[in-house]
């Protein structure tokens, strides 16, 4: 059963801009960490932007002051707004949410791909 779903991916010239969107299909009060993943090409999967229930947004180095991570409750969506953009940001990229239940409970999305190239 699908719980999240990514749009927005595609290519972008450096220095450019783009917006992923993560649509949710479950209740979004209760998830305790939201955000984004990617994997490039021959490399692992990277965290790129987690926010946490309770206030605190933690970014990977290389995207911080150009992606942020946002929350709408209302439209039971999650957002990752880039700015200026890097060939080296190239990489499919992932919606993630957990839910804290005993254990931690993990949803990944199917993956949109980035790509960022002139």
């Known amino acids: 059963q699908v719980q999240l779903v990514e749009s927005g991916g595609g290519l972008v010239q450096p220095g450019g801009s783009l917006r992923l969107s993560c649509e949710v299909f479950?209740?979004?009060?209760?998830?305790?960490?939201m955000g984004w993943y990617r994997q490039a090409p021959g490399k692992d999967r990277e965290l790129v932007a987690v926010t946490i229930s309770g206030g605190s947004t933690d970014y990977e180095d290389s995207v911080k002051g150009r992606f942020t991570v946002s929350i709408d409750n209302a439209k039971n969506r999650i957002y990752l707004d880039m700015s200026s953009l890097k060939p080296e940001d190239t990489a499919v990229y992932y919606c993630?949410?957990?839910?804290?239940?005993?254990?931690?409970?993990?949803?990944w999305g199917q993956g949109t791909q980035v790509t960022v190239s002139s």
């Open positions: 993630y949410a957990d839910q804290l239940v005993g254990s931690r409970l993990e949803y």
């Open positions: 479950i209740s979004m009060y209760s998830l305790n960490a």
